[in-house]
Nanobody
Framework: QVQLVESGGGLVQAGGSLRLSCAASVRTFSNYSMGWFRQAPGKEREFVAAISWSGRSTNYAGFVRGRFTISRDNAKNTVYLQMNSLKPEDTAVYYC?????????????????WGRGTQVTVSS
């Protein structure tokens, strides 16, 4: 069983930065690709970014490209999402997920395990 725990969310002003972390309790973490998704109130869950098991392949949603960076530390079983130049429309609950397929695909159906999320609120 895989458990994912997100942290690092909070309240930040527009233009600010946050770094989200997702710790995975699984021995084979380095075999899995990881993704970040978000869900705002009244909206569907949407893809933010994904990273392959090695970290050499990444995929970003168009609306975060150039502002957010996904990375991972396999020695720590942790994936990160560095978020810069935050906007009020980035306000959402952010979830990490793991894909046992190893692919960096943008659809939630491709991911097998999910964390409970961390709230990010960006004030204007």
């Amino acid at each position: 069983q895989v458990q994912l725990v997100e942290s690092g969310g909070g309240l930040v002003q527009a233009g600010g930065s946050l770094r989200l972390s997702c710790a995975a309790s699984v021995r084979t973490f380095s075999n899995y690709s990881m993704g970040w998704f978000r869900q705002a109130p009244g909206k569907e869950r949407e893809f933010v970014a994904a990273i392959s098991w090695s970290g050499r392949s990444t995929n970003y949603a168009g609306f975060v490209r150039g502002r957010f960076t996904i990375s991972r530390d396999n020695a720590k079983n942790t994936v990160y999402l560095q978020m810069n130049s935050l906007k009020p429309e980035d306000t959402a609950v952010y979830y990490c997920a793991t894909a046992t397929s190893g692919l960096v695909l943008p659809k939630p159906d491709n991911y097998d395990y999910w964390g409970r999320g961390t709230q990010v609120t960006v004030s204007s």
